[in-house]
């Protein structure tokens, strides 16, 4: 358990940067019409380089938070519900405090909730994504074993040495 946080952190810190400099990006360039590193707000506070090295910083939480929570699905005596759940959870309250931070979005309570919602969709979205897949794994799985049983069976019939 402890091996697959450290390595799952480790690729979300990376993930993590890469992703929240490409959203803020697109926010500025959405809200803005031109690409900023970092939001205005943040770089009149810290400065330039100060806002990229705080964003960064967050970035990297923020992807070792929703990488390394996947491990949270490993723990056996936890339902997939229950698992979901916590996960969901993390990430919504890691993203809302980032992006509060970082001023993605204002501290009113209309920006929280659409981000909120957008959060809990992209999560459903992706779990239903993920959930398809597996199921189709397990699947061929389980038919590729009952075809091994059946030709186990049918070559022991056959066998030479009965």
Not at 6 to 12: D, F, P, Q
Request: net charge positive; with cysteine.
């Amino acid at each position: 358990m402890k091996k697959c946080l450290i390595t799952k952190s480790l690729i979300g810190l990376i993930v993590g940067a890469l992703v929240v400099h490409v959203i803020t990006l697109l926010v500025n360039y959405f809200s803005r019409g031109q690409f900023l590193v970092c939001m205005p707000e943040l770089t009149e506070r810290l400065g330039l380089a100060g806002a990229v090295v705080v964003q960064t910083m967050l970035a990297a939480i923020v992807g070792m938070i929703a990488f390394g929570g996947m491990c949270l699905f490993d723990i056996e005596e936890w339902s997939l519900l229950r698992a979901s759940v916590v996960h969901c959870a993390l990430i919504l309250i890691t993203n809302i405090v980032v992006g509060l931070l970082l001023h993605w979005f204002s501290c009113h309570i209309t920006p929280i909730l659409i981000m909120t919602c957008i959060i809990i969709f992209v999560y459903a979205l992706i779990w239903l994504i993920m959930y398809a897949v597996w199921k189709r794994e397990i699947r061929e799985m389980n038919r590729l074993a009952d075809e091994y049983k059946r030709n186990a069976d049918t070559s022991e019939n056959f066998s030479p040495f009965r």
